[in-house]
């Protein structure tokens, strides 16, 4: 007997519309994924609260309130697994470790 589970969400925010479709096109051959990406945090912040996804994909250079800033937001007021994958956040830089700080899973 298989157990059928629901689909895990995943939003991506990130401004860069080549990012985004490369990470659609990475994660589609998973049947049990279900992928949204936006560009900005503005647009990514009612989409959080209508329905939360299960992680979040997040860049640090965004229009508008920056990565860090919406990665503060976000554990405030509703923590859930982000990862923050950026060019900004190489591994051991100000801005990783700043992440991880803030609440980032990696």
């Given at each position: 007997?298989?157990t059928s589970?629901?689909?895990?969400?995943?939003?991506v925010v990130?401004?860069?519309?080549?990012i985004?479709?490369?990470?659609r096109?990475?994660?589609?051959?998973?049947a049990?994924l279900s992928?949204?990406?936006?560009a900005s945090a503005?647009?990514?912040?009612?989409?959080?609260?209508?329905t939360?996804?299960?992680?979040?994909?997040?860049d640090?250079?965004?229009?508008?309130?920056n990565?860090?800033?919406f990665l503060?937001?976000i554990m405030?007021t509703h923590?859930?697994?982000?990862?923050?994958c950026s060019?900004?956040?190489?591994?051991?830089?100000?801005?990783a470790i700043?992440?991880?700080?803030?609440?980032?899973?990696e």
């Amino acid at each position: 007997m298989s157990t059928s589970l629901s689909a895990l969400s995943v939003l991506v925010v990130d401004d860069s519309a080549v990012i985004r479709t490369a990470f659609r096109d990475a994660l589609a051959p998973f049947a049990d994924l279900s992928v949204d990406a936006v560009a900005s945090a503005e647009v990514a912040r009612p989409r959080l609260l209508a329905t939360p996804p299960h992680v979040v994909i997040l860049d640090i250079e965004l229009p508008g309130i920056n990565g860090l800033a919406f990665l503060a937001e976000i554990m405030a007021t509703h923590p859930m697994p982000v990862i923050v994958c950026s060019a900004q956040a190489g591994r051991g830089s100000t801005n990783a470790i700043r992440a991880l700080e803030l609440g980032a899973f990696e």
